[in-house]
């Protein structure tokens, strides 16, 4: 399970968690020295002020980082997580390992982690669905996994790692935001730290302060909120006796009183029960240790031997902002949209948000586009946003009937499932995150072709971290580009037809399959031994060339002469470098 829009109540602790702390230093608005040498422009502004240091505005800092943009962060604490809340979110996606080897911290959460493809539900003692996904198309193609399962705060510990190794962003902690103001370009924020208070100036402003946003009021903006009726009791144990290394879920689990059970196996061979508790139990009361104990020599035996490192009750809300921008301040992870933790959508999606922001900040702040760019943000992150709550309150509503209506079909569901395997693919305890695909943006494949006729196929969709020959793998490849549009020509006559047509020298990097091919075009090729060629795991089509964005999404594939008109979508003319 995991979910960063949940809201865990202060624990019991067992052998705990032992959570890093950052000491508080003295900015240079305060009479401090520069931190990682980010200094403000003549105008007294930041380019990127962060605002909080959770998952969603780490990886923003870190996606900064990567891409040499000044930024700093505020943070009210002085650590990663929340203190006594959990482990918190665990189960991190394909997309969101995906973008974590791009800011090279893959390889700790691999090392660290616990990989999984195998899923299964049961009701009562009867398995009524299961999959592997190491064996569907939608997973099967990328280097990494479908699944990595390993406690949130290791994945903020790295970032912050990696930001502080990379060097370009200033984290601030013990740093708290009490005022904004909006300014022609950009805030201004007021921030209240041991040492006194001081403003400060951003030209961007990123406010992931989670989902009790305090610069969300202190703008008036509204969010409308579902709050979840369930409520769930955490238990993070270590056994001596490990089970199996699956995601099991119990619809009607008889060992907790007919109600849902998540098991999953973490880092630190520390295994993750989510126990959905009586919509009317006291928290305190469920989360006792004693309590805890009950339920878990009913799971599994009155011999079982274990360690409670940790456990505590949390429920969850669904909210959606109506805009994800506004002005010059934008709004990633938990503020800008709530969910309940079914699937595994929450800080992926987070993580998701920064990764299709923070390089359109990157070519307005180059100039490479103009800054109607950055609408694309709310458009595109909104629409996988509502997708995901729409899905996960489908789930939530599975697992908690609120009429006796839905409490007839999730039964009528749940005994076809037991008696045919038709009927197994409508059981829903969580439909597993994925890379969202964009169909509103005016960047998207409709979209453009209603608007411009580009017949842009596939614009929109997510493409995975497929193995390449050569470089290794479409992230390098992308990572390697400069932050500039890959375009992949089928085959040498298309290059050749590339060239001939006219365009503006333009931010982009030149590929092409096959040999003999023009002078400015590197070869790619799939993989020795791939299961298969690139215009299956890419969609690259005979005579028509393929544009990826950096955010690993296709911007479409054209025939050569809409080429320079579907650029002319992303980028200024002339904002080159080159011939390009």
């Known amino acids: 399970m995991e979910g960063s829009a949940t809201t865990a109540a202060p624990g019991h602790t067992g052998t705990g968690y032992q959570l890093p702390r950052y000491p508080f230093r003295r900015p240079p608005e305060l009479g401090g020295e520069p931190g990682a040498g980010v200094v403000s422009d003549r105008d007294g502004r930041y380019p990127v002020i962060i605002v909080g240091g959770g998952l969603a505005g780490l990886a923003a800092a870190c996606d900064c980082a990567t891409r040499g943009i000044p930024a700093i962060v505020l943070d009210d604490d002085d650590t990663i997580g929340v203190r006594g809340a959990s482990s918190r979110g665990i189960c991190y996606a394909q997309r969101t390992l995906e973008i974590l080897e791009r800011f090279g911290v893959y390889e700790r959460v691999r090392d660290k982690g616990v990989q999984w493809f195998v899923g299964r539900t049961l009701a009562g003692d009867d398995e009524v669905y299961s999959f592997d996904l190491a064996t569907q198309p939608t997973h099967s193609r990328s280097r990494q996994p479908a699944f990595i399962n390993i406690q949130q705060f290791y994945i903020e510990w790295y970032l912050v790692d990696r930001i502080m190794e990379l060097g370009t962003v200033d984290l601030r902690w013990l740093s708290k935001v009490v005022g904004i103001s909006r300014l022609p370009e950009g805030a201004e924020l007021t921030v209240e730290t041991p040492e006194g208070r001081y403003q400060v100036r951003g030209r961007y402003v990123l406010d992931a302060t989670g989902v009790r946003s305090p610069l969300r009021d202190m703008l008036g903006l509204q969010t409308r909120a579902e709050v979840g009726v369930d409520r769930w009791c955490i238990s993070d144990v270590r056994f001596r006796h490990q089970p199996k290394t699956e995601r099991w879920t119990w619809i009607e689990a008889p060992f907790n009183e007919g109600r849902a059970v998540w098991q999953h196996l973490m880092a630190d061979d520390v295994w993750r029960l989510d126990y959905q508790m009586d919509a009317d139990c006291d928290p305190e009361a469920v989360s006792r240790p004693e309590v805890v104990a009950d339920r878990?020599?009913?799971?599994?035996?009155?011999?079982?031997?274990?360690?409670?490192?940790?456990?505590?009750?949390?429920?969850?809300?669904?909210?959606?902002?109506?805009?994800?921008?506004?002005?010059?301040?934008?709004?990633?992870?938990?503020?800008?949209?709530?969910?309940?933790?079914?699937?595994a959508r929450g800080g992926n999606s987070g993580i998701q948000d920064a990764d299709n922001l923070v390089w359109k900040l990157d070519w307005v702040m180059r100039g490479w586009a103009g800054p109607e760019l950055l609408d694309t943000y709310d458009s595109e992150r909104r629409e996988g946003a509502e997708h995901n709550v729409c899905v996960t309150n489908r789930t939530a509503r599975f697992l908690s009937p609120r009429t006796p209506a839905e409490r007839m079909m999730r039964n009528a569901v749940v005994d076809l499932a037991r008696r045919h395997p038709f009927g197994r693919s409508l059981v829903n305890t969580g439909r597993m995150s994925m890379a969202s695909t964009y169909t509103r943006s005016e960047l998207a494949e409709g979209p453009l072709r209603e608007s411009s006729g580009i017949d842009a196929r596939g614009a929109g969709l997510p493409l995975q971290n497929v193995a390449l020959d050569g470089p290794g793998d479409l992230v390098t490849l992308v990572r390697g580009s400069g932050g500039r549009l890959v375009v992949v020509a089928a085959d040498a006559?298309?290059?050749?037809?590339?060239?001939?047509?006219?365009?503006?020298?333009?931010?982009?990097?030149?590929?092409?399959?096959?040999?003999?091919?023009?002078?400015?075009w590197t070869p790619i090729a799939a993989a020795p031994g791939a299961r298969c060629g690139l215009d299956e795991s890419l969609g690259l089509q005979p005579g028509r060339v393929l544009v990826v964005r950096p955010d690993l999404h296709s911007a479409g594939c054209v025939v050569p002469a809409e080429l320079p008109a579907l650029l002319g979508c992303y980028c200024r003319a002339g904002a080159g470098e080159g011939k390009e």
Do not use: K, N
Request: net charge negative; proline share 5%.
């Open 493 to 520: 006559a298309t290059a050749a037809s590339v060239d001939r047509v006219r365009m503006e020298r333009l931010p982009i990097a030149r590929f092409a399959a096959g040999a003999g091919l023009p002078r400015g």
């Open 296 to 343: 878990l020599h009913a799971q599994f035996g009155e011999e079982v031997e274990y360690e409670l490192v940790w456990v505590g009750p949390y429920g969850y809300r669904s909210h959606v902002m109506e805009r994800f921008r506004e002005g010059d301040v934008f709004f990633v992870g938990d503020c800008a949209h709530g969910m309940s933790p079914f699937g």
